[in-house]
């Protein structure tokens, strides 16, 4: 166990619906990051929130949004899905920013779009 | 970031030490050498990482060129549960943000 915990495990959704994915951060983590990884991209960084405010955004589209609650858990919501959007999400956590030691993942939700 | 170069994939017999090579030519002074290793479709594992010296930690070795431009991560006894994708990334230390990760190295354990 990481201490980074994502939920759901797995999910299977309709093209078209929206579904929000959820990510608890290790205790004392104020960064949290979400990576999304499909077999032809591979890990792809979207964005990145450092105690409640987007610090980076990498490729993430304009359906996607995400937000850090004050207790710093983070949720990334996936609207008008696509079947392409079917992949790995990961979210990773980070006692600060700029730190220049490693980040730690969680396990991360398998989301499958039919 | 700097961009790094990794053998698609790489065997290792059980037991022996696992050598995963990286080139980074383009590195900058103030950009690290970091590792992170997937294994398969885990959340991607921190491993180690280093600035220009030599680093070990109780997973691994990192060796760094005097001229930065290439390193190598050293697992010492492979086991079967190494065998995982392990990636080589360049990053800023200070920045705020991403780890940009390439295609990296499958690493197969062989008993």
């Not at chain 1, 929000?20 to 205790?27: A, F, N, W």
Request: hydrophobic share 30%.
């Amino acid at each position: 166990d990481s201490g980074v915990t994502q939920t759901p495990k797995h999910l299977i959704t309709a093209t078209g619906q929206r579904v929000t994915l959820r990510c608890s951060p290790r205790s004392g983590d104020l960064s949290v990051y979400w990576y999304q990884q499909s077999l032809d991209q591979g890990l792809q960084f979207l964005i990145q929130y450092y105690n409640g405010e987007e610090r980076a955004k990498g490729n993430i589209l304009e359906r996607f949004s995400a937000q850090q609650f004050p207790d710093l858990h983070s949720e990334l919501n996936l609207s008008s899905l696509e079947l392409g959007d079917s992949a790995l999400y990961f979210c990773a956590s980070s006692v600060a920013y700029g730190e220049t030691y490693g980040y730690t993942f969680g396990s991360g939700t398998r989301l499958t779009v039919v | 970031d700097a961009k790094t170069t990794q053998p698609p994939s790489m065997d290792c017999a059980e037991g022996r030490a696992a050598n995963l090579p990286c080139n980074h030519s383009t590195i900058s002074g103030n950009e690290y050498v970091y590792w992170y290793r997937q294994i398969h479709s885990q959340g991607p594992q921190y491993i180690i990482h280093g600035l220009k010296n030599n680093e070990t930690n109780e997973m691994a070795s990192l060796i760094i060129t005097e001229d930065r431009k290439s390193s190598t991560l050293i697992l010492p006894h492979a086991t079967l549960r190494d065998t995982a994708v392990y990636y080589c990334i360049v990053r800023e230390g200070g920045s705020n943000y991403k780890l940009t990760f390439g295609k990296g190295t499958l690493l197969t354990v062989n008993p």
